[in-house]
């Protein structure tokens, strides 16, 4: 089934709460489901919320997970878990009978403004709720308001009522989507998927972060192996998986790697999953420079205190992160707030192009085969853009189409992912005409630079010092290296 991004939408006009209880049956409060254990997929979720009062069993003691969830029951959740005490209440709806147990929570959605009912006036409480109403819910409720610049969902487009819901409960790392790709906002979601959610929207500990992309695949070789909450012997089994089965790997932390199989994730030792390697960057050696550092702010943003450096050197760490589990070797000019001087000593009495020739110093002693320096824009509050630079080497061809391929693959990845402006790919040589970039001029590796927005423009530099954001401009620039070392291997087959 795998791991499911959120959605809710009240396009029709609706909302969901949630409850667990059959319609007009009192709920017996339940810390332990006949039907659920602690190896099953949201265990602990679903008994945080028991904790914090926001659902209740079956009368029979049991929480059903992967039954449907009625509309009713998502009203009576979301609103149990903004502190309404459940009082029962006329509502606006004509279906809804005040003596219902979710009337309350129904009516304290209306008036909080994130339950709209459909159309024609009714609410429907014993419908199933929908992912894409699941998502309008829960970004209304939680006052979700940041959205990333695209979705990678191949079943989700702007044009749909949904979008902006979907995109927010995305962004936020609520949803984290299925194992294909898709978002499926028509599907049914089941009780437990809702309380998943909830839980998410309450305590950030049970965030699944978008930034969490495949990075291998492997397989397990032992008979029985023990899946964690986390990465040692020391935190709890969640559940099992045998030998043959098939694991997607998310992140490595030393001898560990947080893996899923179907409905099952969590930690496992890699000793014992048989790791598929990805030829296209391992061992490759891939310099990352951020720009700017130190005493050298680069542009800055003064009303909103945002800084090019701390932007350069936030993507510029994501970026590394994912680079190196999927096997690259990765060296940085910089891993710090720091600026860099002549002989990669670190300080800030130093000439400016010492410092930079530092930066091309470390790529060459690495044995560079690419180099990325990553920088923000200044220019007004009206420019906007992504843009990407390769030099021209005039004594080099094979450098310079290598130059441009490595600009031209990252940047058509960051224009896809991302939502600002296409602001093409370009010779420094062309801008700068004297001498071009001094980091790409001087390097004897294929190397861009990497304009990623610009900071003058409001709205671009909240984007740009945006977690979201930039956890979504390290993927793009990662996908885009890795489509150039596929375009280099494929180029060197005889």
């Known amino acids: 089934m795998g791991l499911r991004k959120l959605g809710v939408c009240l396009a029709a006009g609706f909302v969901a709460g949630f409850v667990f209880l059959m319609p007009m049956q009192q709920a017996f409060a339940q810390t332990n489901f006949s039907d659920m254990n602690q190896n099953d997929w949201g265990y602990e979720e679903v008994q ?39 009082k029962k209440k006329d509502t606006k709806f004509p279906d809804v009978n005040p003596d219902y147990y979710s009337s309350g929570y129904i009516q304290f959605g209306v008036e909080k403004g994130y339950i709209h009912g459909y159309p024609d006036g009714t609410f429907r409480p014993n419908r199933e709720m929908q992912r894409d109403e699941m998502a309008w ?12 610049g695209s979705l990678s969902y191949s ?24 194992e294909d790709g898709t978002y499926r906002p028509n599907n049914d979601i089941t009780r437990r998927e809702f309380a998943l959610m909830v839980a998410r929207s309450m305590n950030s500990k049970f965030i699944q972060s978008e930034s969490q992309s495949v990075i291998s ?56 999953v048989h790791e598929k390697s990805e030829p296209v960057l391992k061992d490759r050696v891939i310099v990352l420079d951020a720009g700017h550092g130190g005493s050298d702010p680069g542009a800055v943003n003064d009303e909103l205190n945002i800084k ?55 790529a060459a002693n690495a044995g560079s085969e690419a180099f990325i320096s990553v920088h923000a824009n200044y220019f007004n509050e009206t420019v906007g853009g992504t843009e990407n630079y390769y030099h021209l080497y005039l004594s080099d061809k094979e450098q310079t189409e290598r130059s441009e391929k490595l600009a031209t693959f990252t940047h058509d990845r960051l224009i896809e992912m991302t939502d600002l ?30 304009e990623l927005g610009f900071i003058s423009n409001d709205e671009e530099a909240r984007k740009l010092a945006s977690d979201s954001w930039q956890n979504t401009a390290a993927k793009a620039i990662t996908l885009g290296i890795k489509d150039y070392f596929k375009w280099l291997m494929e180029r060197q087959q005889p």
């Open 308 to 362: 090019e450096k701390n932007v350069n050197l936030d993507v510029v760490l994501k970026v590394a992160q994912r680079l190196n589990q999927a096997g690259a070797s990765v060296v940085l000019t910089r891993k710090v707030d720091n600026r860099l001087t002549n002989g990669f000593s670190l300080g800030d009495g130093f000439n400016k192009a010492d410092g930079l020739q530092a930066r091309v110093d470390i």
């Open 48 to 86: 945080y919320l028991v904790e914090q009062g926001v659902i209740d069993g079956y009368p029979d003691g049991t929480f059903r997970p992967n039954a449907s969830l009625e509309r009713e029951q998502a009203a009576k959740m979301v609103g149990a878990a903004l502190g309404y005490g459940g």
């Open 421 to 450: 402006e296409d602001r093409r790919v370009k010779q420094d040589t062309i801008i700068y005409p004297d001498s071009g970039f001094h980091v790409l001029r001087e390097n004897n590796s294929p190397s861009t630079l990497i």
């Open 217 to 272: 695949q492997g397989v397990v070789t032992a008979t029985n192996l023990n899946v964690r909450t986390g990465p040692s012997t020391d935190y709890r089994v969640v559940g099992q998986l045998s030998r043959g089965t098939a694991v997607q790997i998310y992140e490595k932390d030393g001898g560990w790697g947080l893996v899923s199989s179907g409905n099952v994730k969590g930690f496992v030792s890699l000793y014992y």
């Open 137 to 148: 819910l829960i970004s209304g409720a939680f006052s979700l308001k940041n959205m990333s």
């Open 155 to 178: 079943d989700v487009d702007p044009g749909m009522n949904s979008y902006e819901a979907i995109n927010k409960v995305t962004t936020a790392g609520i949803t984290i989507g299925y």
